[in-house]
């Protein structure tokens, strides 16, 4: 498909048109300042450090000749409408999670996280040895984007709860705070599935707005304070075993950049990635310890539980392989899935259990 005739049968969310007063990029004696709108607040662990440690290697490795200013959530546009603003061209970048633009592709889900898919270590296999980068570069060219990944939350917990989850009939009427295709299969079992962005999580939880919420894992969700309100802590998820994040630019933006600066971007981009991937793992066991030394309870699933997540994420999983681009992103995918599986079984897998059964003897 032609990538302007989609662009102009899309739909610009109705946030997005608050940005029209948005600057064009600026750019003085040979130097350039871009435009970027996110997703969260300023300072929210491990998602928006990704987006500022990105944001100070292309300074850096620029010299200062591209720079970006960084607008959070709310400030020119919402939460959920940056994909919007800069498709149009009403900002110049935005950082992201690209699963929260479902209603654009479902495919973006897979650039994101889905569940029962991909550890942080195996969805950058298949972005940057198996595919994934031209694949994304051909979904979010439709839509007038050039993505890079640019962050990784590593697995992300099953989330708060307001009460114990002892069966799959608990998840009935639920009101969760889930975004993505764990949302959705979250909704195939009963639950009220809530969308909220991450800025608006801890409220919507303190005032019993939802009744639990997941988010990135325990050093970012102790930041947000959500042992204040529950104890209860599902500390392994079915549905974001691996997100990455994404650093998406305007097309024609991107391309009235030199050859130098867009692999500055890339770069800065792939070592902002490493970075923020290490310290989410980094910090998490730490967090862990200080949660439940303050009467945090955690908990884990039972199987049953595990095996209703499994069948309701076959079918979302399969409700849109009649689309041809989603499809072959999904068969990719898969296919480097299984092919990195079945090595990390027999060595690292095998390697862990034989250390654990060592070091605890």
Request: aromatic residues 10%; charged residues 20%.
């Given at each position: 498909?032609?990538?302007?005739?989609f662009?102009?049968?899309?739909?610009?969310?109705?946030?997005?048109?608050?940005?029209?007063?948005?600057?064009?990029?600026?750019?003085?004696?040979?130097?350039?300042?871009?435009?970027?709108?996110?997703?969260?607040?300023?300072?929210?662990?491990?998602?928006?450090?990704?987006?500022?440690?990105?944001?100070?290697?292309i300074?850096?490795?620029?010299?200062?000749?591209?720079?970006?200013?960084?607008?959070?959530?709310?400030?020119?546009?919402?939460?959920f409408?940056?994909?919007?603003?800069?498709?149009?061209?009403?900002?110049?970048?935005?950082?992201?999670?690209?699963?929260?633009?479902?209603?654009?592709?479902?495919?973006?889900?897979?650039?994101?996280?889905?569940p029962?898919?991909?550890?942080?270590?195996?969805?950058?296999?298949?972005?940057?040895?198996?595919?994934?980068?031209e694949?994304?570069?051909?979904?979010?060219?439709?839509?007038?984007i050039?993505?890079?990944?640019?962050?990784?939350?590593?697995?992300?917990?099953?989330?708060?709860?307001t009460k114990?989850?002892?069966?799959?009939?608990?998840?009935?009427?639920?009101?969760?705070?889930?975004?993505?295709?764990?949302?959705?299969?979250?909704?195939?079992?009963?639950?009220?599935?809530?969308n909220?962005?991450?800025?608006?999580?801890?409220?919507?939880?303190?005032?019993?707005?939802?009744?639990?919420?997941?988010?990135?894992?325990?050093?970012?969700?102790?930041?947000?304070?959500?042992?204040?309100?529950?104890?209860?802590?599902?500390?392994?998820?079915?549905?974001?075993?691996?997100?990455?994040?994404?650093?998406?630019?305007?097309?024609?933006?991107?391309?009235?950049?030199?050859?130098?600066?867009?692999?500055?971007?890339?770069?800065?981009?792939?070592?902002?990635?490493?970075?923020?991937?290490?310290?989410?793992?980094?910090?998490?066991?730490?967090?862990?310890?200080?949660?439940?030394?303050?009467?945090?309870?955690?908990?884990?699933?039972?199987?049953?539980?595990?095996?209703?997540?499994?069948?309701?994420?076959?079918?979302v999983?399969?409700?849109?392989?009649?689309?041809?681009?989603?499809?072959?992103?999904?068969?990719?995918?898969?296919?480097?899935?299984?092919?990195?599986?079945?090595w990390?079984?027999?060595?690292?897998?095998?390697?862990?259990r034989?250390?654990?059964?060592?070091?605890?003897?």
């Amino acid at each position: 498909m032609d990538r302007r005739s989609f662009l102009r049968t899309s739909t610009v969310g109705a946030g997005a048109a608050a940005a029209t007063t948005l600057a064009a990029p600026a750019i003085a004696q040979g130097n350039r300042t871009l435009t970027m709108v996110t997703s969260v607040p300023d300072g929210f662990a491990v998602f928006d450090d990704a987006a500022q440690l990105a944001i100070d290697y292309i300074a850096a490795l620029s010299g200062g000749s591209l720079t970006i200013e960084k607008n959070s959530a709310g400030s020119l546009v919402g939460a959920f409408e940056v994909f919007d603003a800069v498709s149009a061209g009403q900002a110049d970048v935005y950082h992201s999670a690209d699963y929260y633009f479902l209603n654009q592709h479902p495919a973006l889900a897979f650039f994101t996280s889905v569940p029962f898919g991909m550890t942080s270590q195996e969805i950058a296999n298949w972005y940057y040895r198996r595919g994934g980068q031209e694949l994304h570069d051909n979904l979010s060219g439709l839509f007038n984007i050039k993505p890079l990944m640019c962050g990784q939350t590593a697995m992300q917990p099953g989330g708060w709860f307001t009460k114990e989850i002892t069966s799959a009939e608990d998840l009935q009427g639920l009101r969760f705070r889930m975004p993505g295709q764990g949302g959705q299969v979250l909704g195939r079992l009963g639950a009220s599935v809530q969308n909220i962005p991450g800025g608006e999580i801890y409220q919507a939880l303190a005032s019993g707005q939802i009744d639990g919420a997941e988010w990135i894992g325990p050093y970012a969700d102790e930041r947000l304070g959500f042992q204040e309100v529950t104890s209860l802590y599902y500390t392994a998820g079915f549905h974001e075993p691996g997100s990455a994040l994404t650093m998406g630019f305007n097309l024609e933006v991107w391309d009235s950049l030199s050859d130098q600066h867009k692999k500055i971007c890339q770069v800065a981009c792939e070592a902002a990635h490493a970075q923020n991937t290490a310290l989410s793992l980094a910090e998490n066991g730490a967090a862990l310890a200080r949660l439940r030394s303050e009467g945090v309870q955690t908990r884990e699933f039972p199987d049953d539980v595990w095996d209703a997540f499994g069948r309701a994420s076959a079918e979302v999983r399969e409700e849109n392989m009649d689309d041809p681009l989603y499809a072959e992103i999904a068969e990719s995918y898969f296919a480097s899935l299984e092919e990195t599986a079945a090595w990390y079984e027999i060595g690292d897998g095998e390697y862990m259990r034989q250390r654990n059964r060592v070091n605890a003897s």
